[in-house]
């Protein structure tokens, strides 16, 4: 059964930093490209980062540059690092393992969310 748990959301003010973290159980985490998605209220749900299993990343044009995905096989853990945080990137975050090893693989299985609110 797959398993992905997401952690590290929280407050924060604007221009600050924070790193969520999403563990992962129930498949084999090394053959899956995953991805970090948010939603915002009232908006649908957007690619934010993804990052495939020979560690290529692709991002958002809203977040290049401030964002950095990355994973731990050992520790079957995806990351995502969140610097000069805007307001406009208050959301539920949520990871995703993806439906093959590439980073344009649909989504197959998401997590519960962890909430980033950035105050301005």
């Known amino acids: 059964q797959v398993q992905l748990v997401e952690s590290g959301g929280g407050l924060v003010q604007a221009g600050g930093s924070l790193r969520v973290s999403c563990a992962a159980s129930g498949f084999t985490f090394n053959d899956y490209a995953m991805g970090w998605y948010r939603q915002a209220p009232g908006k649908e749900r957007e690619l934010v980062a993804g990052?495939?299993?020979?560690?290529?990343?692709r991002y958002a044009d809203s977040v290049k540059g401030r964002f950095t995905i990355s994973r731990d096989n050992a520790k079957n853990t995806l990351y995502l690092q969140m610097n000069s945080l805007k307001p406009e990137d208050t959301a539920v975050y949520y990871c995703?393992?993806?439906?093959?090893?590439?980073?344009?693989?649909?989504?197959?299985?998401w997590g519960q969310g962890t909430q980033v609110t950035v105050a301005s």
């Open positions: 995703a393992n993806l439906s093959g090893g590439s980073y344009w693989a649909s989504p197959a299985n």
């Open positions: 990052i495939d299993i020979n560690g290529l990343t």
